[in-house]
């Protein structure tokens, strides 16, 4: 079946940096996109950024631009999502969720990765 | 930082019908970008419950319906369900920030 399956959950001590992994599978990795979104504890969804698993191509949030950087192994049919300069209000699950083929919807989400910052 | 706003809760009995509403600007909605709900059951995953503005993902009841107007658009739960008891969240994109959008979130809860 379609899925996305999530690396375990970290702790960090702030101003580290973080790299969440997502691997896809059921369905042909390059002819989707792949996005982020992280919710911090009792709060509502955040998007992050975008990554085309076809060619790389990247759109990050603005929010984050320049601590965040999205990549894929399209070997291994995986997503990562790396956070620098860890702060407490990085304190989130995050979530990688895969981008309908006939809309830009968020169709397939993997089971979320919950990053702790704290010293 | 949430553009898209939602109520914090809405209620209802069971059987009832209730509206949420996801109030954007002409950025987003009002520009003529799509809508999308999802279901936040409880410590899980979001789930895919309308996209396209008004269409029903494969395997999604028709007891949950959506629709857009202007810079506004809203999901409906007819005949609602205890299992119905969640958070939903639109989405759409932004052409003044350049990418996606969330709602701030909605709680429904079944009385």
């Known amino acids: 079946q379609v899925q996305l399956v999530q690396s375990g959950a970290e702790v960090k001590k702030p101003g580290a940096s973080v790299k969440v992994s997502c691997k896809a599978s059921g369905y042909t990795f390059t002819s989707y996109g792949i996005s982020w979104v992280r919710q911090a504890p009792g709060q509502g969804l955040e998007w992050m950024g975008w990554i085309s698993a076809y060619n790389g191509n990247t759109n990050y949030a603005q929010k984050l631009q320049g601590r965040v950087t999205m990549t894929t192994d399209t070997s291994t049919s995986t997503a990562y999502m790396e956070l620098r300069s860890l702060r407490s209000d990085d304190t989130a699950v995050y979530y990688c969720?895969?981008?309908?083929?006939?809309?830009?919807?968020?169709?397939?989400w993997g089971q979320g990765t919950m990053v702790t910052v704290s010293s | 930082q949430s553009v898209l706003t939602q109520p914090p809760s809405v209620s209802g009995a069971p059987g009832q019908r209730v509206t949420i509403s996801c109030t954007g600007s002409?950025?987003?909605?009002?520009?003529?970008?799509?809508v999308h709900w999802y279901q936040q059951l409880p410590g899980t995953a979001p789930k895919l419950l309308i996209y396209g503005n008004s269409n029903r993902p494969s395997g999604v009841p028709d007891r949950f319906s959506g629709s857009k107007s202007g810079t506004s658009a809203s999901l409906a739960i007819s005949g609602l369900q205890a299992e119905d008891e969640a958070d939903y969240y639109c989405?759409?994109?932004?052409?003044?920030?350049?990418?996606?959008?969330f709602g701030t979130g909605t709680k429904v809860t079944v009385l």
């Open positions: 002409s950025s987003n909605i009002g520009a003529g970008y799509d």
């Open positions: 969720a895969r981008e309908g083929a006939s809309s830009d919807a968020f169709d397939i």
């Open positions: 989405q759409s994109y932004d052409s003044s920030l350049s990418g996606y959008v």
